[in-house]
């Protein structure tokens, strides 16, 4: 029956043998190759329980008093949208869980991306041919931040409403526009009535809607340009060696999918997030503390908090202080990782196609700038706890800002010189880990065969002549590599 | 058994990461604060009143034989000072302290209730004006308008969730106004005594702020969050975003990347 239905779409779409080219598609193994997939597949948890969410949530600001099943509020006056919320939470059944795995699915989302970023950028993936695909990466990200803070600001508490002010606040503080953006964004002055309802078409509309497409591009180029390798014994830039799609890439990824959907509903059992009950209705006049973004744009509340006060003139223009670390900073973090594979290409003059990823140590100078980056937006992020640090410690949070003033400055070229130094030293031991690195390679970083790993030169060249197979259909190709035939029941497909 | 040099660095290595990881524990633990106990002195004379006796031994060395105040201590007589800030700082183990610089900070009374009583009787026979220990009813009180009120007066500093917060003090001023302490462990008398006399850098909530439903709605208020409906799983210290992006990095994304690397290979890894 099955067949029937097969052959009978194949007669009319003739679809069988761009299906069986893709059953066959070869994907190679490594762990690594599968943190993007932890961000795709907490995507579609986050479609699932979103559309869930969607059936109950009313982006409505008007007012009227709770009488609803929390007793703590009854007789309060609140948003429709912070009602509804609270029934989501309190009486829809299955409700909390699912709001709760919805945000949980939306930090880990994000945050596999950036490790997926740093991925891509530690192992040199972003290289040509496949800068189309690092920019679109970016714009996911951006994106994915984008969209988490409009449904951080959806509930209308008091929490997300003072993440709105500061929202609103920034985008006043860009010169000549701000004021203008401001009122066209929330649609008036804030706290504008128009801000939830336009929050959450961008929520679960326009901005879904735009990383499904570019997702669809970034899979599509990924297919198109084949997946990168790491070099090994048998693995060259002319081929792709790891497993297919049908049956063993598939039930792996499979695995991932209900793996990533049982972790985030557990999480979302397990662990309260963003309880919209205690935190109360929003009200203009109050403010909520500790007030604190979700992790994603910590670095941005630290950088607010961090940046000195400093308010310049220019042609009878005020710059307002926040501008700076709200909008320039974020600005020039963006536009250098959209720069980076061709600041790259333009230092090294390497502008080659590349199918064979480096290693970190492979290019210590790009790990230590890597690391210095990381370290840089880190100390940020943590400083924006630096309220919450000053209450744990009994500190005074003026003095805490000032320290992180100065490690925010100190602490990033201290960590891309020490990541230099460790790079140079684990190239120059050879071995195969940092684990396994031997202490003494650290205080003689030259002292490449050093005698502990003599048969571990993994260099990109050591095995580029290798001949190359195409498919012959037995998934044993492997064997054909020549010599060293290390991949035994590997898969390998040709490059175009 | 015999060690090559690669497994000495090896052990090296991980008594490295043992001793690093110490010492973050270490700082971990840092809380700047001796819990040192209070030792009065033995040589004092007993008064025939209990009142006055432990006042003469443990508060007059700092707020004078007459309540009035001496360089080292305030007036415990003037201004709003009397029997609900006297309640006050003793009940919740403010006072007294083992030196003046030291400071105020809550822990267990030194003294059982019926000595506080006795306390607070002596020195109103000194003259003490301030409010009185107020009565409390928050079973009286309507929580919603509780609610209404905390968030409006108290959230911005002790936070929405009652678990404290900082105030932005330089560090030499009293420790005591670097923090608003969380509510968790204060009871109702207390609570309203605060906002009687306004501790520390606390602002007065008096009787031209609240009247008696206020007093209690607000109580009814802090004491449901003492203990709230904690739907949803394990509550995270109550502390938003920052312990809740420790889990999802932690916990969420640390469990897939735990799958990924037991699904994936490695490396040379078949």
Redesign the interface.
């Known amino acids: 029956m099955l067949k029937k239905v097969a052959r009978w779409i194949d007669n009319r779409l003739g679809t069988s043998a761009f299906t069986q080219d893709a059953l066959n598609k070869v994907f190679p193994?490594?762990?690594?190759?599968?943190?993007g997939?932890?961000a795709l597949y907490?995507f579609v948890v986050l479609i699932v329980t979103g559309i869930f969410l969607s059936f109950f949530f009313d982006a409505s600001t008007s007012q009227s008093v709770?009488d609803g099943s929390?007793?703590?509020?009854?007789?309060?006056e609140v948003s429709d949208a912070y009602k509804s919320t609270l029934e989501i939470?309190?009486d829809v059944r299955a409700g909390?869980?699912m709001r709760?795995t919805h945000?949980?699915a939306a930090?880990?989302f994000v945050?596999?991306i950036v490790?997926h970023l740093c991925r891509i950028f530690f192992t040199g993936a972003f290289r040509s041919p496949r800068e189309l695909n690092w920019i679109i990466g970016i714009t996911l990200l951006i994106l994915a931040i984008f969209n988490g803070f409009t449904g951080y600001s959806l509930p209308d508490d008091?929490?997300s409403g003072t993440g709105l002010r500061i929202a609103y606040s920034i985008a006043l503080s860009v010169p000549l526009l701000g004021t203008w953006m401001g009122f066209l964004i929330f649609g008036g002055e804030f706290p504008a009535d128009q801000i939830i309802s336009r929050l959450l078409v961008t929520h679960i509309m326009i901005v879904p809607a735009l990383i499904i497409g570019l997702l669809t591009a970034h899979l599509a180029l990924l297919w198109r340009q084949k997946h990168t390798q790491?070099p090994?014994p048998g693995r060259t830039e002319h081929n792709v060696v790891g497993s297919k799609l049908w049956p063993t890439y598939a039930a792996?990824s499979l695995?991932?999918f209900f793996?990533?959907f049982a972790?985030?509903v557990l999480?979302g059992?397990?662990?309260?997030?963003?309880?919209i009950?205690?935190?109360?209705p929003f009200?203009p006049?109050?403010?909520?503390?500790?007030?604190?973004?979700?992790?994603y744009l910590?670095w941005v509340d630290g950088a607010l908090r961090l940046f000195p006060a400093v308010e310049l003139r220019a042609f009878g223009f005020e710059i307002p202080n926040p501008f700076y670390p709200g909008v320039l900073l974020p600005g020039v973090t963006f536009l250098a990782l959209y720069a980076w594979p061709f600041l790259e290409q333009a230092f090294t003059h390497d502008r080659e196609p590349h199918n064979l990823l480096d290693r970190p140590r492979d290019r210590p100078m790009r790990t230590a700038l890597g690391a210095t980056t990381l370290a840089f937006y880190t100390v940020m992020f943590i400083a924006?706890?630096s309220?919450?640090i000053?209450?744990w410690?009994?500190?005074?949070?003026?003095?805490l800002v000032r320290v992180f003033q100065v490690l925010v400055i100190l602490i990033p070229p201290a960590v891309g010189w020490a990541t230099y130094r460790l790079m140079k030293a684990l190239a120059g031991s050879g071995a195969?880990r940092l684990?396994?690195?031997?202490?003494?390679a650290l205080t003689h970083p030259n002292g490449r065969g050093n005698g502990?790993f003599p048969h571990q030169e993994?260099g990109r060249d050591a095995h580029a002549g290798g001949a190359t197979a195409g498919d012959d259909g037995d998934g044993r190709s492997a064997a054909r590599t020549g010599g060293d035939g290390a991949?035994p029941?590997q898969r390998i497909d040709d490059r175009e | 058994m015999t060690f090559t040099r690669r497994d000495r660095d090896r052990r090296l290595t991980v008594r490295l990461l043992v001793v690093a990881t110490g010492l973050v524990l270490a700082g971990c633990s840092y809380r700047g604060t001796s819990t040192e106990l209070y030792q009065p002195s033995p040589t004092l004379a007993v008064a025939d009143d209990r009142g006055e006796t432990i006042y003469r031994r443990d508060c007059a060395w700092c707020h004078g034989s007459e309540g009035g105040g001496t360089a080292r201590g305030p007036s415990v007589i003037e201004g709003l000072n009397g029997p609900a800030s006297i309640d006050f700082y003793v009940s919740t183990g403010r006072m007294p302290l083992n030196d003046p610089s030291e400071p105020a900070e809550p822990s267990g009374p030194s003294y059982t209730p019926s000595e506080i009583r006795d306390i607070v009787r002596y020195t109103t026979t000194l003259g003490a004006a301030g409010p009185e220990i107020p009565e409390v009813h928050p079973e009286e009180g309507a929580i919603g308008l509780g609610a209404e009120l905390y968030q409006e007066n108290c959230a911005a500093c002790h936070s929405t969730t009652a678990v404290g917060g900082v105030l932005a003090a330089e560090s030499d001023a009293l420790a005591r106004s670097r923090i608003a302490p969380g509510l968790q462990e204060v009871g109702s008398r207390q609570i309203t005594e605060a906002m009687l006399i306004g501790p520390g850098t606390m602002p007065v909530f008096g009787a031209e702020s609240f009247d008696e439903e206020d007093y209690n709605s607000i109580v009814a208020y802090v004491e449901y969050l003492q203990d709230p409906d904690d739907n949803g799983g394990a509550p995270l210290g109550h502390t938003g975003p920052v312990t809740e992006g420790a889990v999802g990095w932690i916990v969420g994304l640390g469990a897939t990347l735990f799958l990924i690397r037991w699904i994936g290979t490695r490396v040379g890894e078949e």
Do not use: C
């Open positions: 193994d490594h762990w690594s190759f599968m943190v997939e932890i907490a709770y929390y007793a703590p509020l009854v007789g309060v939470s309190l909390l869980v709760q945000h949980w930090l880990v945050a596999a490790v008091l929490l790491f090994e792996k695995g991932l793996g990533v972790i985030l999480m059992g397990l662990f309260q997030i963003n309880p009950w205690l935190y109360g009200e006049q109050q403010v909520s503390s500790p007030a604190q973004p979700d992790w910590g924006s706890s309220d919450l000053a209450k410690f009994t500190v005074s949070v003026l003095d195969p684990t396994e690195m031997p202490l003494s502990a993994r991949l029941a």
